[in-house]
Structures are given as structure tokens and as C-alpha cells.
């Protein structure tokens, strides 16, 4: 294998539960799905590429691995080194609670606990200038107490530092030896307010060494020439660099899922999308009106995070959920998942029941789904667990499996609501997209409880996110503070010069492939503001500012003075243009041929309590003019669709299955 | 099968699509607002209120604001009808806390939608603005009347048919420190407004203006049934509770007394007893009062219930005409809506305690601990700035508080350090929790803050805070969180000197300002050794 030349490029989405590779060689997208590996996820990697026997120019990689790490605290022991007197900023947040009339409101506690929050006497003004420099001495003790104490990451956040790092700098250097791990709050985001940039300092060193010896120990695997890591925004940046930044990553995961997505709403003409990316552990979902959106600020497990990310909410709720019963004797489902290992009971490790066991009970999935995975399926252990679950509730087997679905979907419905309802478009006039392994057997009931006029299932919903990986496009951004000493365009224009040339040679590697695209911006405001409008740069961007204030706010004073806030450039190419969306079989598929002729006709699944005779169909069965009734159940690698009774399915363009729920 | 667009009839959906969009609108406003102002107060701290009413200026939607805001709103729109109806493109500008104001510096601006020649919604921003004149920078002063407090506007057309209203613009400028300032958060409030309305008008022309009255009436409804459901589910009877404000020095504390009668999905709120109004500007009118009762009933009825009119209906309130709850002209009103209001908040609880003794919390710290400082800059340009502090939450009987928090009727954010030192001639020395400060139990207050400021230019500073005598209670054994503190360094080497929580002060340069905000009550009698981390 090691002997077989780089050929092709592979997106690879590592979930949870499953790892999803797709190449794309000379025009053609194979794929191969395959159990994701805890606690080294670059074995699964390894393993999928060697399923295809593929060794890739490239790898465009999605990672949830610094996401997860936060989520289940288990980022590396991490210090804070900060002007003293201000070691409880990261404590005290904005002074808020996050909900406004709730008595029972919660802060997670800070990253970084008071004993390894070290204040060091230093300080500048609002303008960078020093009024007091750390002493060496200070800082050989407090390097000293940094080793004592273990820690493996260490933040270093001075007030004004982006005004002047000067000071930051100074300590990163005298602290280099006292850990492995230095991150300065002016390297991650020299951005003014203190909270928002150390809070986004500290989660960065928190996770960055996990993020690092992941990517080391994928890249000691040495699978293909370059290695490139999607990030939160949806652009890609080269392994090494992404290592050292984890907080930049942080939605590298679901971002790929959103960047296909868009991808397919601009092959379909259609501009309104929820997208629904439903896999083992979690669910992401994400509005996209045309383009994906971007924000700047946003949240992840309560932790600020001001870099900019496209808007996916997640939930922790997925094919591996596990149903119990609580304390009050209520039906509970997740949030701990059964993951990839031991996985659902249907798989013959587990034992805790999960929403992939219902389904399975209910007739919903097929053996050949996983048997063509490489799993063998045990269902006598499911409905022993399942009876024992209804005997619990007092109810029947049928009610109580699907009681575990009706509270997952439930929780999705929430995390769909919070993005259209809640912020004022209405669900109706979007269509849902869903993929990931279980999106298509969530999808129909969930739209009609959202009142969705149409579902879209992609092609090879189950690695559609690794698709989007292919998509995903390199891109850099370079930006200079101006604040005070530019106040015109000329002015700006040799600093754009300066920063145009910087973006130009940080992607000069990539150049071979596509055309280089260039967007300059500046950030102006009116004197006295605090917000910025960014604006395309050119001698008329103060026009455009006054133009784009009233246009965004109604109002506008062309004889207030503007300020020059920054100016950025950001240099891209474009993306690698695919035929086709569509991946054809994996070569060692076994039961293709079978399924391919439509051999299993028909099984007994549960609606309502009641068990039907459901037609079962493989997904390359269905014909462009037919139109497909359920209850029916649609097969295809690597992802099951469920058709309830009511709904009605049949194929539109670019192999996209339309239902009608 | 598909449900019919612009039916006559609304279903759940529909409702709760409404329900979103309103509030969405009123949260867009907000964000309108804040991305256009020039004070730190307004883009920093997010003080302010924006929100939709009815034709008879009932509250349809407000976005998670300010709670001190919820029962005030409504009122100023009110005295907008009817002393200046607003016509088609005006704006109405008032503060007057005695025609539908608060206290004078919150602007409140109000607009109408018309439609078909008839106005059928309104929009109403509200902003704490940093100065609006008056005997001390920042306009929160120790004052007997309010005449001492700033300039006092009854509702007034600021807009007339889309255009700036010049001469009234000129006569309000030239009342404030700071009119640069002023100006530009006023036309942010614009900002605010036409982004609201503009959202409403689009609403309109996509959906019909019937169909967007008919769901504003059908969600009050819905949170009306909401709100009688839970008064319901709490015992019937008669709860009281009784607590008193700092005492200024030579006068005897000033009595707080509620009596809750719930009964029948009804609550009954009697402020019978209370202290007659005060010659200190701890005065509040019946709206912030009623906003405090607003609050406290919409955390027992849980985080999802729309935010409308329509929840009150069930609640009588009573105050006392000319008591310190319901004060009379020319009472001083500025600490009413920041200090009082948090008190009141306390005193129901307290009372509520006996009803629900598994919800309710110790007391949190009971104050804003409002900080105003105004003088002259290096430069010559004139500066004033406001900032409230947080402190303790009270212990939850099953939780601790939370420390360094914004409890109850405010949830403005911290001025951020380098936004304040770049803004205004201060230092901050310390910005922390003051450890300790809680009270202990079997579940502990959350402690307060400790922000140390030193004063790069001679300023005139005024401090208005409570809870620096009685301290925040603790429940069921657990003790009482610490009191507030406050001291000032005169210069460098100089003696920490105590001041009283409610002062005025000339700081010249280098001067050090130390500022310990309380603690929450504990909740519980504390188990040895059995601390839970």
C-alpha cells in the first residue's frame, strides 16, 4: 500500500460514532463508511482509506475532536496567566446570568480553576502604551509555580494587549519552558474587550494540546501528501497551522454537512434550507438562506468564542442515545450515547438500550444496512432490553420504543424551532435536508411537526458530510488594526498592499489548482460608536459606510466624523467543482447485486402500535416517474429512509430523494 | 392538505410562529439599537428596553431586556396617546417619571404603525442615557425633588412626519453635559424604532394586518391561561413579609410591607403599611412597582411564557398612593427604578417563601450599587459615565448562588475594562469576587464584587446603593450574605476612609475608589462535613 502513488483527494468526517471517507479521483466519488475508534480516531481514519484502497494527494479533514473534549471537560489541565487584580475576569463574565426570569439559572464554572489563575504585575494603558513592565524576577517565579503545578497549557491574557503585545510576548517567551503549551490573547484575537478575547484565549489552550496530538499521531500515519483541516467558518487551513489554534476548529466537525448542503440548494435552484445532520452522538442544524451563514460571536458550551463560524446549533441527541427510565419514573433519552463502542445493543456489545434499538424494533431498519458495514446485528438482545424497558413504564414494547422516538424527536424539534421559529422565519417555506446515518429516519416525521412542505435526502446521506469536506474551500484572512493613525483611504491602501501580499503567499502552495479570489474589507464606524460596518474597500468606502448605516439602521450623518476601524483581506480558491453529488458503491460492498434487484420486497413494521406489511426498497430501485407511498422503508449504504404512512417519495435532480411528508 | 396561507383562523403553529416573530422584532430593535449608540452604557452594557404594543398600549412582545422595564413600558406608551398621539413618521420622546416615565435618565421614544390610516401597533424604544443634566454628572443624584435630578420631559413630538424636530432637539442638548453623546444615542433610539416598524410593515404587507392583530390578541389570551395555571398551582392563602431599606443617618429604617393573597388562579398584591415617600430619591412610582410584582410572577411561571399583557391580568396590585411605592411630584424618583425595585423583588419572594418553600431563594444582593462619575477630560471634552455593579445571587434550595451575577430586576452587562479605560481618565486596580462574601448554609450565597477604580482626572462622583446596613437574608437557617462596603483613598499613602452607600463625592486625581458589593443569603443550615463542592 505505502508503494501505490498519491492519487485523488478524500474528504474524511470523523463523527462519534462513524468515520466517513469520500474520494474524488479523475471526477469519480466512491465512499466507504466505517465505526469511528476512541480513543486514537486516526485508526478509523487509516482503516477507511485502507477499505478503499486509496492513498490520497490529499486529505480535507473534519474533526469533532476539540468540540468533544470541551463538552466533556477533558481539555488539557490548563493555567492562566493575567495583569493581577484581574484574575476572576474569566469568573465573572459580563456580570449576566444567561437566562433572564429563571431562579434556577447556571454559569459553568471557568476552564481554569482560582488556584491556577496567576496574576503577575504588568500593565499598559488604552493605548498600548507600558506603564509598568513584568520584572524577570516575577516571571521566573511564576514559571517556576507553572511547573510545580503540572499544567500542560498555559494562556496569557494582559489587559490592552491589542493594543500592544509587547508585554504578552515578553512573559510567552520567559514562560516558554514552564509548559509545552503557550497561547497570548493577542496571537488568538488581538481584539479590545477583555472577556470575550481571554475567555477565547483560555478554551484555545485548553484544547489546542488535543487537537495536537491528534493530528500527530494522524500525520505519523502518513496517508497522503497534505493534510488540511476544515474549520469553523468553512475554509480549510494546512494541519500544522490548524494545530495551533484549536479554537478556530471547534465546529470543524458539523461545518462540512452545511458547506454540501448549500452546494446542493445551489444545484437545486432552491434558496431555503434546514438542514437536519443526524448522527450517533449528535444532531447539528443550520438555516441557510443561499449562501451559509457566518457569525462572529457565538457560543459553544456556554463558553464565548468572538472568531467568526458559520451559525450550526448543535444537540446531544443521536442514533446512540440511550433511553432510561429516571428517578420520577419518565421516559429519558441521552444525553450520554453508546458511541461507536460499545455501540447499540443491536451490535452485540452494549447493553443500554438506544434510539438505533427502537428503530430496529420497530421494524424500521434493515439487517442488510449494517450487514453491509460489517456488522452483524442481535435482535433478541433488543427486545429482551425493550420488554424490559415497557415493563418499567407499565406499557407495551411497541409503545415504549417508540415513545424513545418521540422524545428524541422532540428534542430536535426544539433545536430546529430555536433556529427558524425563534428568529422570526417560518419553517414552512424551507425545505429540510437530511443526512448522517439516522437523518432519514427522523426527517419526514420531524418536518411534519414543523409544518415543512418537503424533505430533501441527498445522495448517500450518510456521507454527505465528508462530501462537503470536498467542497470546502482554502482561504486566508489578514487583518490590520488602523484605529487612530488611518483615517483615509489612501492611507489604508499601502497597509492592504502589505496584507494582500501575506494572504497571496500563505496559499502560494495551493495555487496549482484554481483561481485565487481576493476580497478587501474595511471596518469603518462613526466616532464614538462601538460597532463596526465592514464595507468592500476602494476610495468610496466612507460613502458606502453612510449608506450602509442608513440602510441598516435608518439613519445616517454624513457630517459626522468616521473612524478607520481595520482593514482585512481575505484571499480564497475556488472549490475543487465536483460532476456529480452522487458516490457510487464501495467495491467491497457484499450485498450490492442483491439489493440493486429489489430482493426484499416487503417486512412487518410499527406505526402507531400497530404492525404493517412495509414495502422495502434499495435506493437505485426507484425510477425518476414513479412516485414511492409509504409506509415504506428505503435502503441504500451507509443510511435507512423511513417513509411513515401518508408520505409520498420519488426522485428529483441531482439523485435527490423529495418527499412529500 | 396543505394548511391555507392568510385563513381567518389561527392554529398552534401559526401562534407560535407569532409569538417568535414578535419577539424576534422586538430583539432586532434591541440589536438596532445597541449597534448604532455612542455611550458605553447603551453600547457596552446593553441598558435599555425595546418592545411592541397594542392599539390601547398593551404589551404584545418585549425582548429579554431589562425586567425593570416590563411594567413601565406599557405606560409610556399610554401617556403618549394621550398627550401626543403619535401621527404617521412622528416619534414621541418623554422621561417624565410621572407620565409614564421611570426615572429621568431613561428616554423613552415611541412610534406608531399605521395602517389604512389608523395606527394599529406601537413601537417603544427605552435607554438609560448618561446624562440628562440636573444637579450631578450622570443625573442620579442625592436629591430631595426631582427637579434636582435632570431635565424633565412630558411626551413630546422629537419627530414630525420623518423630520428631526430641531428647536426641541436644541432646547434638550443644551440641558445635558454631554450632547455629542446624547445626540447620538437619541438617533440610535430612531434607528431602533424604524427598524421596528419597518419588520411590523413587512409583516403586514406578507401576512395582513388582521391576522397580525388577531395573534397579538390570541397570545395574550394563551399567556393569561398560562399565568392563572400557576397561580393556581400554588396553596390558596395569605402570605406577608416585611423588610426595611437603609436608614439615612439620624432617621428610623423605612418600612417595606407586601401582603400576597392567592386564591382561585388570582393573586392579590397589597402594599398596605409600606413607608409614606421619602425625601431621598429612593422613590418609586406605582410602574416600577408593578414591574417588580411583573417579574417575580413571571419566574414562577417558567422561562417559555410570552412575554405580554396579557400574564398580568390575573395579578390586583394595590400600593399605597404617596408612599415610597407609589410616590407623588415633586418626589426625587432616581434610585426607585435601580435600588427600590430590587427590593421589592426581595420582599415578595420573602412572602412567596412560605408558599413555595422548595423555589424560592435567600436574598440576593438587593442592589444595582449605581456608580456616576462626570468632569472635564485632558483634552477639555466633557465626560459622564454610568455603571451598576453586580453581587451575590441568593442560595437556591438545592444549588448555590451565583457570584459576581446580575440578580433580578437588571441584567445590563459590565462596562468592559479596556472599553471604560479607553473612554473615560480611570484605572482600574482590581476587578474581582470578593471571597467570603456569600452567606453560609447548607447551600451558599453567591459572593459579590470588589472593582477598585483610580480616578486619572478630578471628577464629581456619586454612589447610590443599598443593602450597606441590613444585610441580604439568608432561608430556612442559612445566614445572611455581607453588606456592601465602600471606601475611597484621597491620594497616594492616604487612610481608607468608609463611606455611606448613598454619597456624593469630589475625587480629585489619584484618588482610589474601592467599591465591595454584597453577598447573597445562604439557603440552609449548613451540614458539617458535609460540604458539597
Known amino acids: ?661 | 392538505m396543505s394548511p391555507k396561507r392568510r385563513g381567518p383562523v389561527l392554529d398552534a403553529v401559526d401562534l407560535e410562529v407569532y409569538r417568535h416573530r414578535f419577539a424576534a422584532i422586538a430583539e432586532e430593535m434591541g440589536a438596532a439599537l445597541q449597534h448604532s449608540a455612542f455611550s458605553p452604557n447603551i453600547k457596552e452594557r446593553r441598558d435599555f428596553s425595546c418592545a411592541l404594543f397594542d392599539e390601547h398600549g398593551d404589551t404584545v412582545a418585549q425582548g429579554d431586556h431589562m425586567p425593570v422595564h416590563l411594567g413601565s413600558m406599557p405606560d409610556s406608551v399610554r401617556a403618549a396617546l394621550a398627550d401626543c398621539p403619535p401621527g404617521p413618521g412622528d416619534m414621541i420622546l418623554l422621561n417624565d417619571p410621572y407620565r409614564g416615565g421611570t426615572h429621568l435618565p431613561d428616554l423613552t421614544l415611541v412610534a406608531a404603525l399605521w395602517h389604512a390610516r389608523r395606527p394599529i401597533l406601537y413601537v417603544a424604544s427605552r435607554a438609560h442615557h448618561s446624562d440628562v443634566g440636573g444637579s450631578r454628572p450622570g443625573s442620579m443624584p442625592l436629591a430631595r425633588e426631582i427637579f434636582e435630578e435632570g431635565l424633565r420631559l412630558p411626551p413630546v413630538r422629537i419627530v414630525q412626519a420623518g423630520q428631526l424636530n430641531d428647536d426641541l432637539l436644541r432646547v434638550l442638548l443644551a440641558n445635558v453635559r454631554t450632547p455629542e453623546e446624547r445626540r447620538g444615542d437619541l438617533l440610535a433610539q430612531v434607528a431602533a424604532n424604524r427598524t421596528g416598524l419597518k419588520r411590523l410593515e413587512e409583516l403586514c404587507e406578507k401576512e395582513g394586518a388582521g391576522r397580525i392583530l388577531m395573534a397579538a390578541r390570541e397570545l395574550m389570551a394563551y399567556s393569561e391561561r398560562r399565568m392563572r395555571a400557576i397561580l393556581r398551582s400554588i396553596p390558596n392563602g395569605t402570605y406577608r413579609a416585611t423588610d426595611t431599606l437603609d436608614p439615612e443617618p439620624g432617621h428610623p429604617a423605612p418600612v417595606l410591607r407586601v401582603r400576597v393573597r392567592i386564591a382561585g388562579g388570582k393573586a392579590g398584591v397589597d402594599f398596605s403599611g409600606t413607608h409614606a415617600q421619602l425625601g431621598d430619591g429612593r422613590n418609586a412610582v406605582a410602574s416600577i412597582t408593578r414591574s417588580a410584582v411583573f417579574y417575580v410572577f413571571r419566574c414562577l411561571a417558567g422561562a417559555d411564557l410570552p412575554t405580554n399583557a396579557g400574564a398580568w391580568r390575573p395579578l390586583d396590585i394595590r400600593v399605597p398612593a404617596g408612599s415610597l411605592l407609589d410616590a407623588r411630584p415633586p418626589a426625587a424618583v432616581a434610585a426607585g427604578n435601580v435600588e427600590t425595585s430590587q427590593r421589592i423583588v426581595d420582599l415578595l419572594l420573602r412572602a412567596l417563601a412560605r408558599a413555595l418553600p422548595g423555589r424560592i431563594p435567600a436574598a440576593s444582593q438587593g442592589t444595582m450599587n449605581n456608580l456616576t462619575l462626570g468632569g472635564v477630560a485632558a483634552d477639555g471634552t466633557p465626560f459622564t459615565y454610568y455603571e451598576t455593579m453586580a453581587g451575590g445571587m441568593g442560595a437556591r434550595p438545592g444549588a448555590d448562588g451565583l457570584s459576581g451575577v446580575h440578580t433580578h430586576m437588571t441584567n445590563s452587562l459590565n462596562t468592559p475594562i479596556e472599553a471604560l479605560e479607553h473612554a473615560l481618565p480611570v484605572r482600574l486596580r482590581r476587578y474581582g469576587l470578593r471571597r467570603g462574601s456569600g452567606g453560609a448554609g447548607r447551600y451558599r450565597g453567591g459572593d459579590g464584587l470588589v472593582r477598585e477604580i483610580e480616578i486619572l482626572a478630578d471628577v464629581e462622583c456619586t454612589l447610590l446603593a443599598e443593602r450597606r446596613c441590613t444585610p441580604p437574608w439568608g432561608l430556612r437557617g442559612g445566614k445572611n450574605g455581607a453588606p456592601g462596603r465602600d471606601r475611597v483613598q484621597m491620594g497616594p499613602g492616604e487612610k481608607w476612609r468608609t463611606v455611606p452607600g448613598r454619597v456624593s463625592l469630589r475625587l480629585q486625581k489619584g484618588s482610589v475608589l474601592k467599591i465591595e458589593t454584597p453577598g447573597g443569603g445562604g439557603w440552609g443550615r449548613a451540614q458539617k462535613g458535609r460540604r458539597r463542592t
Open chain 1, 1 to 661: 500500500m505505502q508503494r501505490t502513488p498519491h492519487h485523488g483527494r478524500a474528504g474524511i468526517d470523523t463523527g462519534g460514532t462513524f468515520t466517513d471517507v469520500v474520494i474524488e479521483e479523475r471526477g469519480r466519488l466512491v465512499c466507504v463508511k466505517i465505526p469511528s475508534t476512541s480513543p486514537d480516531p486516526s485508526r478509523a481514519v487509516a482503516a477507511g482509506l485502507a477499505a478503499l484502497g486509496r492513498r490520497p494527494q490529499e486529505i480535507v479533514h473534519g474533526t469533532t475532536v476539540a468540540t468533544n473534549a470541551l463538552l466533556e471537560r477533558r481539555g488539557a489541565r490548563t493555567a492562566l496567566v493575567t495583569t493581577e487584580g484581574f484574575e476572576d475576569v474569566i469568573a465573572i463574565g459580563r456580570q449576566t446570568r444567561p437566562s433572564l426570569y429563571d431562579l434556577d439559572v447556571n454559569r459553568p464554572p471557568p476552564l481554569v480553576p482560582a488556584r491556577l489563575r496567576l496574576g503577575v504585575r504588568e500593565r499598559c494603558d488604552a493605548r498600548g502604551r507600558p506603564i509598568r513592565r513584568p520584572s524577570l524576577a516575577e516571571l521566573g517565579r511564576c514559571a517556576a509555580r507553572l511547573k510545580r503545578s503540572g499544567v500542560r497549557s498555559v494562556a496569557i491574557c494582559f489587559l490592552h494587549s491589542y493594543a500592544s503585545a509587547t508585554n504578552e510576548r515578553l512573559a510567552a517567551r520567559k514562560l516558554g519552558g514552564s509548559a509545552p503549551f503557550i497561547c497570548t490573547s493577542s496571537g488568538i484575537l488581538p481584539e479590545h474587550r477583555e472577556f470575550e478575547r481571554f475567555s477565547t484565549t483560555v478554551l484555545s489552550a485548553y484544547l489546542t494540546p488535543v487537537l495536537h496530538d491528534y493530528l500527530q499521531s494522524l500525520g505519523r500515519r502518513n496517508l497522503a501528501r497534505v493534510l488540511r483541516i476544515l474549520r469553523s467558518d468553512g475554509t480549510t487551513l494546512g494541519a500544522r497551522a490548524a494545530s495551533r489554534e484549536a479554537a478556530g476548529s471547534l465546529l470543524s466537525g458539523p461545518a462540512g454537512g452545511v458547506i454540501a448542503s448549500a452546494e446542493l440548494g445551489h444545484r437545486l435552484r432552491t434558496q431555503k434550507l434546514l438542514t437536519l445532520d443526524m448522527g450517533g452522538t449528535s444532531t447539528d442544524v443550520c438555516l441557510l438562506d443561499g449562501e451559509p451563514p457566518l457569525r462572529r460571536r457565538w457560543q459553544v458550551g456556554g463558553w464565548p468564542v468572538a472568531l467568526p463560524s458559520l451559525a450550526i446549533d448543535t444537540v446531544g441527541a443521536g442514533g446512540g442515545s440511550i433511553a432510561h427510565v429516571d428517578a420520577g419514573g419518565i421516559l429519558r433519552v441521552g444525553p450520554q450515547s453508546a458511541g461507536a463502542d460499545p455501540g447499540p445493543i443491536c451490535w452485540g456489545r452494549g447493553n443500554d438500550l438506544t434510539v438505533t434499538d427502537a428503530h430496529l424494533f420497530l421494524g424500521r431498519l434493515d439487517a442488510g444496512t449494517f450487514a453491509s458495514q460489517g456488522l452483524p446485528l442481535y435482535t433478541e438482545r433488543v427486545h429482551k432490553q425493550l420488554t424490559r424497558l415497557a415493563r418499567r413504564l407499565h406499557v407495551t414494547p411497541e409503545r415504549a420504543a417508540e415513545g424513545v422516538l418521540k422524545v428524541v424527536e422532540a428534542e430536535m424539534e426544539r433545536a430546529l424551532r430555536r433556529i427558524s421559529v425563534e428568529q422570526g422565519h417560518d419553517p414552512r417555506h424551507y425545505s429540510l435536508v437530511a443526512f448522517g446515518g439516522a437523518g432519514g429516519l427522523h426527517a419526514v416525521s420531524l418536518a411534519r411537526r414543523l409544518g415543512c412542505r418537503r424533505v430533501l435526502i441527498p445522495p448517500s446521506p450518510g456521507t454527505f458530510s465528508a462530501l462537503g469536506l470536498l467542497l470546502s474551500r482554502p482561504s486566508v484572512e489578514r487583518s490590520a488594526t488602523v484605529l487612530g493613525h488611518v483615517h483615509t483611504a489612501s492611507a489604508a491602501r499601502p497597509i492592504m498592499v502589505r496584507l494582500e501580499r501575506e494572504a497571496r503567499s500563505a496559499l502560494r502552495s495551493e495555487r496549482h489548482r484554481t483561481h485565487l479570489h481576493i476580497e478587501r474589507h474595511a471596518d469603518l464606524r462613526y466616532r464614538g460608536q462601538s460597532h463596526e460596518l465592514s464595507l468592500p474597500f476602494d476610495s468610496r468606502s466612507e460613502e458606502r459606510f453612510h449608506a450602509e448605516h442608513h440602510r441598516r439602521f435608518g439613519i445616517c450623518d454624513p457630517n459626522h466624523p468616521v473612524e478607520w476601524v481595520a482593514v482585512r483581506v481575505r484571499a480564497w480558491l475556488s472549490p475543487t467543482r465536483l460532476r456529480s453529488l452522487s458516490p457510487s458503491r464501495p467495491q467491497r460492498e457484499p450485498d450490492a447485486k442483491q439489493r440493486r434487484s429489489g430482493a426484499t420486497p416487503s417486512r412487518l413494521s410499527c406505526w402507531d402500535e400497530r404492525w404493517r406489511r412495509t414495502r422495502v426498497v434499495s435506493r437505485e430501485s426507484i425510477r425518476r416517474t414513479s412516485t414511492l407511498r409509504g409506509p415504506a422503508i428505503i435502503l441504500e449504504y451507509g443510511a435507512t429512509t423511513v417513509l411513515p404512512p401518508g408520505a409520498r417519495a420519488r426522485l428529483g435532480r441531482e439523485g435527490v430523494l423529495e418527499v412529500k411528508p
